[in-house]
């Protein structure tokens, strides 16, 4: 079927036309440039974004595709979870563009979707299940056991407090690096000794086990970041940069790999998606191979242009839901920000 998918629950305004498991067109704007200087995304300059982009993203989408909306089989839309006013600008685009076109609209769960990317690959592969997949963005840091795509997704575990992608960007405001500080850390860091600081691993210790075996927890790290700096600072030493941020990133991609990797042993599944924004990290990816290799995981990393948000993998999901005939929406659902990932159609 030919899907148009509109995803708008963070930051990125993002149409995808697929047909199928083909990627037709995938066009994604950001207004990131526009939350720079707050140092974090801001919910009401993001909805007003998605707003302006919209349009002028569709028409570029669908001349891409070489198709027209007349032709469309079906219109997918993220519902949730992400930024209240963000999904609502996506949710109210996808709803008039269904009922002006009298086509079926699928409301998705963003985070499912960033699994349903993996079916766009192009090299000759596909996604084998059941999967565990690790989500690492700037809001979300997911641990799931995906048994299939449209019908049965749990959630292991979840960050307790700050995101991957967030930890990133707080360490690299109390360096001084710009924001989003996520690929500035990755490049201080290649000039570092990761085994110069050891940083926590937040959530390893035997103690928290029992209760949070998958769930991720990066604030302390943060917190042991800052007091390190500090104290050099106060000891009018020089912050070793490139020490720091190794240190950092080390312990973030170790977290985030041995939990996963716990995971895939515990479940039996010896396959593991990466997903999100925050898997441009060069030693995530790194460590990712290391691990899986040593484990006999096999990984599976979608291209960047999907990893991170983008309407494509919404307009996939959508396609898989309708392949396996499950019937659309009612265009009574609303934006939800907190949908759970087990509610992958709303
Ligand atoms: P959502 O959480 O809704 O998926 P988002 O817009 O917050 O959306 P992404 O756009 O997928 O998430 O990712 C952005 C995040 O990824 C930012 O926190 C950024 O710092 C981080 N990031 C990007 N590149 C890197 C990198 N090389 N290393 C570490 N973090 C990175
Ligand atoms: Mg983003
Ligand atoms: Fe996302």
Redesign the pocket.
């Known amino acids: 079927p030919l899907i148009l998918g509109i995803e708008t629950?963070?930051?990125?305004t993002g149409i995808g036309i697929v047909r199928g498991s083909t990627l037709l067109a995938n066009v994604i704007t950001s207004s990131m440039d526009e939350h720079a200087r707050y140092g974090g995304?801001v919910p009401e300059v993001a909805a007003r974004a998605h707003l302006e982009a919209l349009e002028p993203a569709l028409r570029a989408a669908l001349a891409e595709a070489g198709v027209t909306l007349a032709e469309l089989d079906a219109i997918a839309v993220t519902s949730g979870p992400?930024l209240s006013g963000a999904l609502m600008v996506g949710v109210g685009a996808a709803k008039a563009l269904a009922v002006a076109l009298d086509k079926p609209i699928y409301a998705v769960n963003?985070l499912v979707g960033h699994v349903g990317a993996d079916v766009l690959r192009t090299d000759g592969t596909s996604i084998e299940l059941p999967t565990i997949a690790l989500l690492v963005?700037?809001?979300?840091t997911s641990l799931l056991l995906v048994r299939d795509l449209v019908s049965d997704v749990e959630l292991l575990g979840e960050t307790i407090d700050d995101?991957a992608?967030?930890a990133?960007?707080k360490v690299a405001r109390l360096l001084g690096l710009p924001y989003?500080?996520?690929?500035h850390?990755?490049r201080v860091a290649e000039g570092g000794d990761p085994k110069a600081i050891r940083f926590p691993r937040g959530l390893s210790q035997s103690k928290d086990m029992a209760k949070h075996r998958y769930d991720f927890s990066f604030s302390g790290l943060k917190t042991a970041v800052a007091r390190w700096v500090e104290a050099k600072r106060d000891a009018g030493e020089d912050v070793p940069m490139a020490d720091v941020a190794a240190s950092f990133r080390e312990a973030v991609a170790d977290i985030l790999l041995t939990k996963a990797l716990a995971a895939c042993a515990a479940y039996g599944i010896p396959r593991l998606l990466l997903g999100?924004?925050?898997v441009?990290?060069?030693r995530i990816r790194e460590l990712a191979a290391e691990r899986c290799a040593a484990a006999g995981v096999e990984l599976r990393i979608p291209p960047l242009e999907l990893c991170?948000?983008n309407g494509a993998m919404i307009a996939a999901l959508g396609a898989q839901l309708v392949q396996a005939g499950f019937p659309p929406s009612t265009l009574d659902f609303s934006a939800d920000s907190t949908l759970p990932v087990t509610t992958i159609q709303a």
């Open positions: 629950s963070c930051d990125e995304v992400g963003h963005s700037g809001g979300h995101a992608g967030e990133f960007d989003p500080g996520g690929p850390i990755d999100g924004g925050v441009a990290n060069a991170t948000d």
